[in-house]
Nanobody
Framework: VQLQESGPGLVKPSQTLSLTCTVS??????????WTWIRQPPGKGLEWIGG???????YYSPSLKSRTSISRDTSKNQFTLQLSSVTPEDTAVYYC??????WGQGTQVTVSS
């Protein structure tokens, strides 16, 4: 299984961060998987953002739930992250993953005007 994140590397404060994860090697609708978004701010540990299950059910971190939306495009075997009303504190490397084994390479997102 391979995962690849894509999206803009720079987002302005108050805007919406949008990232896409393209999956190859398995279907996002198959098995009992939960496809996950995780981030790592500079100098800090990993933070679980949320995920979308093979069934389409979504799960969110309570601390980010009000600003987060995870969806999918099954025709493209992709799932997406949208994080609204971003601030500089949302600057991080964002990863998509099929925990615990399969991770994308990560993409740097900087929130700055």
């Amino acid at each position: 299984v391979q995962l690849q994140e894509s999206g803009p590397g720079l987002v302005k404060p108050s805007q919406t961060l949008s990232l896409t994860c393209t999956v190859s090697g398995d279907s996002i609708t198959a098995n009992n998987y939960i496809w996950t978004w995780i981030r790592q701010p500079p100098g800090k540990g990993l933070e679980w953002i949320g995920g979308i299950a093979y069934s389409g059910s979504t799960y969110y971190s309570p601390s980010l739930k009000s600003r987060t939306s995870i969806s999918r495009d099954t025709s493209k075997n992709q799932f997406t992250l949208q994080l609204s009303s971003v601030t500089p504190e949302d600057t991080a490397v964002y990863y998509c993953a099929l925990l615990p084994t399969y991770w994308g390479q990560g993409t740097q997102v900087t929130v700055s005007s």
